[in-house]
């Protein structure tokens, strides 16, 4: 057996309960392993609730349970250590010190979380505390996969809408050192942060409209679901591309007639978890070129208090909670 937070429906943090359930069982080639913390991100809170981007309710029911979810135990990234391999398992071996994202598997707000060997498991940086390994996978994994889709460059100016948040402090951190020149768009408290991790310029939301500004820009990067096309269209520039990180089902489905009737581009859409995407931000963890932003940090036992921190929309990098 194994301590785990259940959810029978859905609905607000008080559904989220400490539970004995059954330890999952291990396949030939999956790994046990012993969760040591995990992070609480957006998508965990916007599961619980079922709050999701405009037009996605049906969709999200299907995939994730009708009128309760499927799987009740949330919780998309974890580190820990390896406990238990299958009898076909090569890659990993009991002890091993490791990050993860479980994605949709889920099942990381828990003592213990099965994944299947080739999942997105990486080795955890030497010396890095479990607590922050477990917050590098889930932001990390979504700004890289969004800036391959655009082909972001060297050398391209790049705004990051949101640039305080899970996804906002990893992007700035990867498109920085990759050699775009970052722009991020945050409240005014968060601006020292967000210079920090690599910000050239810093523009607080609440004093300046960026779309009103003459400053133009190769790629705008949107996380919070606030903006319309036309908004970022006028500031991009020919051949610029809108990352709709937060895209609801209208933007999703308008975005073939916005790429073909202007000379710009909306990338939208589920983010492809890939092994070599969190491998390479363990890279750039021992590189020093990247690092999770946690903001608070609770025990299992005060998840619901933790969602209700998440639920605010206004938390700086991550949120974790340490297990054990
Ligand atoms: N497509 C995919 O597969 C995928 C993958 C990952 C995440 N997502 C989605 O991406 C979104 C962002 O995720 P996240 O984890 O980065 O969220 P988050 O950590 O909750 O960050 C939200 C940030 O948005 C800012 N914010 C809140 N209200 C704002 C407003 N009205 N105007 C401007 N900024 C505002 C806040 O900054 P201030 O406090 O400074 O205002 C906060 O730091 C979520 O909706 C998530 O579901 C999608």
Redesign the pocket.
Known sequence: MMKAIVQDRYGAPDVLALREVERPSVGPRDVLIEVRASAV???DA?LRAMRV?GGMALFARLAFGLFAPRRPTLGAELSGVVREVGSAVTRWRAGDEVFALSGMRMGAHAEFCVLPEDGCIARKPAGLPFADAAALA??GT?AL??FRRAKLAKGEELLV????????TAAIQLAHHAGARVTA???A??AALVRELGADRVID?RAEDFTKSDARYDVVME????LSFRQCERVLRPRGRLLL???SMGQMLSAPWFNATTDKRVI????TERVEDVEALAHKVAAGTYRAVIDRRYTLEQIAEAHTY?DT??????VVVTIG
């Open positions: 991100n957006s998508g916007r981007p889930f932001g979504t996969d969004f809408y949101g640039a305080s948040g899970a996804v906002g768009v945050c409240s408290g968060n939301y996380t919070v679901g606030a990180v937060s895209a939208a859409g589920p983010v998440v929309g206004r938390k700086k990098g991550s």
